[in-house]
């Protein structure tokens, strides 16, 4: 069956979805899960001691992630139906609720990028401003403090990755989405995406081949993390092995492994790994690629996922 062929049949459950679901959802994120990946690359980077030498990455990074996850939540506002009443989920604390979950990470998020950019901010900055200077050489003569950002950076990048995935995955309505592993794949498409970023505009020598590395790491790991996740909805109930036909035969098969697996994780990470051995030349085809995958990763699970449904025979491909 073709997708427009399927679309048609099933316009009655489609239509209502991608009214509410439309690009802001996937958009959210994405950029989110960038953010997840890049703040967990800086705390890496901090760990490691890089802060001591001038790192475009560590300069960059925490504050692009700060306007990253504005444009982000920007998304989500647009997307939300009420918005005058966005300012109640910092009134109260759910624990079973992943929006509130979510609410308070991207709250304690900001503050915490700002630490990490302060320890190593572009030089421009410091010196437009010695407040800024006196912050950072004060930051950077305690060691323990560099490292409790570091951590702190890192546990809440995963935190904030796992967020994306969870607040799909909550939605047990959705079978393809009913999954404990989207959280896990959403922090390794994030930290793909930020390692493939600055792969993409650093540069050190020394600061891309390390990115690299990460990334072909991440990408790898990235192939059975999919992996899993299309074997776990095999082995579930009817109604998501009816959802993983939607990727495996059904309307959303070429996009899903086409643009997401194929352009988005296994062309880059060959053409990365014969990078690595000085085969051929390193090229920003292949991270454009990497955070393009990232993307259309996103969007390929929303839309398919808003097809899918617990009611028997709605997800019947003939």
């Known amino acids: 069956m073709t997708p427009e062929l399927f679309i048609t049949r099933h316009n009655h459950l489609i239509d209502p979805f991608l009214h509410v679901w439309s690009w802001q959802i996937p958009v959210y994120l994405f950029l989110g899960g960038w953010v997840a990946g890049n703040m967990i ?10 802060h001591t ?7 960059a990074l925490p504050g692009l992630s700060l306007v990253l996850l504005s444009l982000g939540m920007l998304a989500l506002f647009l997307d939300l139906e009420h918005k005058r009443y966005v300012w109640r ?4 604390f759910q624990w079973a609720s992943p929006m509130s979950w979510g609410s308070w990470i991207l709250l304690l998020v900001y503050p915490v990028l700002l630490l990490t950019w302060m320890v190593r901010p572009p030089v421009i900055l410091e010196d437009l401003s010695q407040g800024v200077e006196r912050i950072t ?13 570091g951590i702190t950076s890192m546990v809440l990048g995963v935190a904030l990755g796992v967020y994306t995935g ?3 995955s909550s939605l047990v309505a959705r079978p393809l989405w009913n999954s404990g592993i989207l959280g896990v794949l959403f922090v390794a498409s994030g930290v793909s995406a930020a390692a493939a970023f600055g792969h993409l505009v650093t540069h050190s020598p020394d600061e891309r081949a390390l990115t690299v590395r990460i990334d072909n790491v991440v990408l790898a790991s990235e192939l059975g993390i999919l992996g899993l996740f299309v074997l776990g909805l095999l082995a579930g109930s009817a109604q998501q092995v009816e959802a993983a036909r939607l990727l495996l035969g059904g309307p959303f098969t070429a996009l899903f492994w086409v643009f997401v697996v194929g352009l988005g ?3 880059p990470l060959i053409i990365q790994l014969l990078a690595v051995r000085h085969w051929i030349q390193h090229t920003p085809i292949a991270p454009i690629m990497v955070m393009a995958g990232g993307l259309a990763l996103r969007w390929v699970l929303v839309l398919a996922g808003q097809v899918s449904r617990w009611e028997p025979g709605t997800l019947r491909i003939h």
């Not at 690359?41 to 890089?50: A, D, E, P, S, V």
């Not at 050489?137 to 950002?149: A, H, K, M, P, S």
């Open 166 to 168: 969870v607040l799909l």
């Open 137 to 149: 050489t004060t930051l950077q003569g305690r060691r323990d403090i560099v490292r409790t950002i």
């Open 89 to 92: 989920l910092y009134t109260t």
């Open 41 to 50: 690359l800086t705390g890496y980077f901090m760990l490691g001691g890089r």
């Open 53 to 59: 030498r001038r790192s475009p990455l560590l300069s």
């Open 265 to 267: 994780i296994v062309i």
